[in-house]
């Protein structure tokens, strides 16, 4: 006999991977909101539910509690026994502490006003019963046939509503949301990866190819794995909980290929493209001990070159525009491999400067227009290097490794899955 021919005796640790990375998806997705979103603080991993989304608003804290709940079957209609244990009919008693929503209930009275709201999110639908006992909730108007039950039994579930009207149940009762049809939480990774992709690609220093921001997609799941894995005691400060088990700014723009000052200058709104540009010319300035203050002045010597390059480009014979960038590439490559320095390199520009006029006939090439070529030229340069520093950080990085022992079945398959995606 093969293998195949016999049926497996049991094959529920497939279905509780396939669970693990929805909630690892949704998860991250709500992590890359930080980056939009300055009320979110930080989002908690499997801690209370599946993920705990904080806000800060004027001082005041809030928390989303969000279950994710996913079924492979997409015609699945989730039904009023799943999400509110209530049975329709008479002859068993209903069971609302055991269900979905039941569970998730005890933190509105645990919290108080500090829970925002609860979100049961899937993939699938919720059946015309369901949504009627949640538009009830949310409008305060009894509709359905079903909201009484449901209303008698949560009175059951918190004592501290037992003396309540059923208006204000029903009030406790509307924070529970339904997020319904959510495709990223499907096996087939292409709708996630398509939501992450925009924002990634957004917040990120370089432009990056398809197969960079699947890495920084691998990296960011291996983080929200790690932070859903740690050991959680129970005497435990806000501090230490916060970087055990959640996910903050911070912690996102350590993944992302972008510098924290231009993280911010496109957060309000500045140019992608010359934010982006002036944010690599900055790294390297710094990188060779230039003052702040030099950087506008730089970043003018590149941007009038580029404009005199992009004018005269086609005017000038293919062979000696070949030569001309031949002779500027040289001199930033002997930069790059320390030949000269930013601090001995005005010599080499006058030099350059010369060559190109005689070589091109014409006088209206000036040093500074030559040391905005070499400039460009190592922005060009320094992209293409952080692209590949971004590679050298899936596999180095400790952050991404975390370590060999929880963590390693889970960050192996990312890796292995973007390996065959890849090929």
């Not at 909201?147 to 039994?153: H, P, R, S």
């Not at 495709?183 to 087939?188: A, H, S």
Request: charged share 25%.
């Amino acid at each position: 006999m093969k293998l195949h021919e016999i049926k497996a005796r049991e094959l529920n640790g497939r279905d509780t991977i396939h669970r693990f990375k929805a909630q690892f998806k949704a998860a991250s997705l709500e992590c890359l909101a930080l980056l939009e979103d300055c009320a979110i603080e930080r989002v908690f991993c499997d801690y209370h539910e599946d993920y705990v989304v904080k806000f800060v608003d004027d001082g005041d804290i809030y928390y989303r509690f969000v279950q994710v709940k996913t079924k492979t079957k997409q015609n699945h209609l989730y039904n009023i026994l799943e999400i509110f244990g209530i049975k329709k009919t008479k002859k068993n008693g209903h069971d609302l502490p055991n269900s979905f929503a039941g569970k998730m209930l005890l933190h509105v009275d645990n919290f108080g006003d500090t829970c925002h709201s609860l979100v049961i999110l899937t993939n699938i639908n919720f059946d015309d019963d369901v949504e009627g006992l949640v538009n009830d909730a949310q409008s305060g108007n009894v509709v359905s046939k079903h909201t009484a039950t449901l209303i008698a039994e949560t009175k059951k579930l918190v004592p501290s509503l037992a003396v309540k009207t059923d208006k204000e149940v029903l009030d406790f009762l509307s924070h529970l949301k339904l997020a319904p049809r959510q495709q990223i939480l499907n096996e087939d990774d292409d709708n996630f990866v398509s939501s992450a992709h925009s924002q990634i690609y957004k917040y990120s220093e370089i432009n990056l190819t398809p197969k960079e921001i699947r890495l920084l997609i691998i990296q960011l799941l291996s983080l929200i794995e790690s932070k859903s894995s740690e050991e959680i005691k129970d005497s435990m400060t806000e501090d230490m909980l916060n970087d055990k088990a959640s996910v903050s700014l911070d912690d996102m723009l350590d993944i992302l290929a972008i510098s924290r000052p231009a993280y911010y200058l496109l957060r309000n709104g500045g140019d992608p493209n010359a934010i982006k540009s002036a944010s690599i010319l900055q790294r390297v300035l710094k990188r060779n001990n230039y003052k702040e203050e030099t950087l506008n002045s730089f970043a003018n010597f590149k941007s009038q070159w580029e404009t005199w390059y992009r004018v005269n480009r086609h005017t000038i014979q293919e062979l000696k525009l070949l030569e001309l960038m031949d002779e500027i590439t040289s001199l930033t490559d002997n930069l790059a491999v320390g030949k000269i320095d930013m601090k001995t390199i005005t010599g080499a520009v006058v030099k350059l400067t010369t060559n190109l006029r005689t070589l091109l006939g014409r006088n209206d090439l000036t040093e500074e227009l030559v040391f905005g070529a070499v400039l460009s030229e190592i922005v060009k340069g320094e992209s293409s290097w952080i692209s590949v520093k971004l590679w050298l950080q899936q596999a180095l990085n400790p952050k991404v490794l975390i370590s060999r022992t929880r963590q390693e079945t889970g960050l192996t398959f990312w890796v292995m899955r973007l390996y065959f995606i890849s090929r």
